[in-house]
């Protein structure tokens, strides 16, 4: 291996400590740990910083059964002391814009220029009018320009909302995965779920898309926990995508 001319970090050290964990010991998680790693998820980057996403932290018995059955039967939702559900609100433009630009406004975080921007942009990105016919007329007329010059993706139709809301969703994820290794919690993802009953289970409106579902504690012992990459060199292109 060559030697590092970057002194290992803690990001480092919980990139390699995290596996996708499905056995897990009743220990309960230490007071205060799941917060301090929801704080450091509630961090992570989104679009326009539009925040779509909402935490739902299960706990109760009764929750960890239900939600179970929803998960498909996968067990280690009942076995890990929590299991966190991702949700991305697929509205978060009405329900977050204003508010955002209000407090980033306050914190000096944007200029009155670079808000007058994302106040043409982020609608014209995302309304999609009434039955979806302006996202329809939109997406086509962008389409139409995009033959002649490079031309943004919108996220004004349904499909495409729901891929602009799940990307956003997956960045404090991984953000709560990697902070919760930071501090020796062990996390097991989930996509393998029935979305409508996992939004019954944790009472949330249609709006929310659950995106993914993270049970949290600390391992046990598993008969294996390593895993395997491809190679890096076989992924890593320079300048050009070669095959
Ligand atoms: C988005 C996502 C969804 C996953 N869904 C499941 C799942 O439903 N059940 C499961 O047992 N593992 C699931 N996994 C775990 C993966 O199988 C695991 O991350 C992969 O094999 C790599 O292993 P590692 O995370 O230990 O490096 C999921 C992982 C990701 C990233």
């Not at 740990?33 to 706990?59: D, K």
């Not at 995965?177 to 944790?202: C, I, K, Q």
Request: charged share 25%; net charge positive; glycine share 6%.
């Amino acid at each position: 291996m060559m030697p590092s001319l970057v002194p290992s970090s803690t990001v480092e050290a919980a990139v390699r400590f995290r596996r996708a964990t499905r056995r897990f010991r009743p220990d309960p998680i230490q007071d205060g740990i799941l917060e301090r790693a929801l704080e450091l998820a509630n961090w992570a980057p989104s679009g326009w910083n539009l925040q779509p996403t909402h935490f739902v932290v299960v706990r109760s018995p009764e929750q960890k059964r239900r939600l179970r059955a929803a998960v498909l039967g996968q067990k280690q939702v009942e076995e890990a002391p929590a299991t966190v559900v991702f949700l991305g609100d697929l509205e978060a433009v009405r329900t977050h814009f204003e508010e955002v630009l209000r407090m980033d406004r306050e914190a000096g975080a944007n200029s009155a220029d670079y808000e007058a921007l994302l106040r043409k942009l982020v609608p014209l990105t995302f309304a999609a009018g009434p039955l979806g016919l302006g996202g329809l007329a939109k997406h086509l007329g962008v389409a139409a320009y995009g033959l002649f010059r490079p031309a943004p993706a919108l996220s004004c139709l349904p499909a495409a909302r729901r891929l602009w809301t799940a990307r956003q969703v997956m960045l404090s994820a991984m953000t709560f995965m990697l902070a919760a290794a930071s501090f020796g919690l062990d996390t097991g993802p989930m996509e393998g779920f029935d979305a409508r009953r996992v939004r019954e289970v944790v009472s949330a409106p249609r709006r929310m898309l659950p995106v993914v579902i993270v049970a949290v504690g600390t391992r046990a012992a598993e008969p294996k926990l390593t895993k395997t990459r491809l190679p890096l060199e076989r992924k890593l292109h320079r300048e050009q995508f070669t095959p």
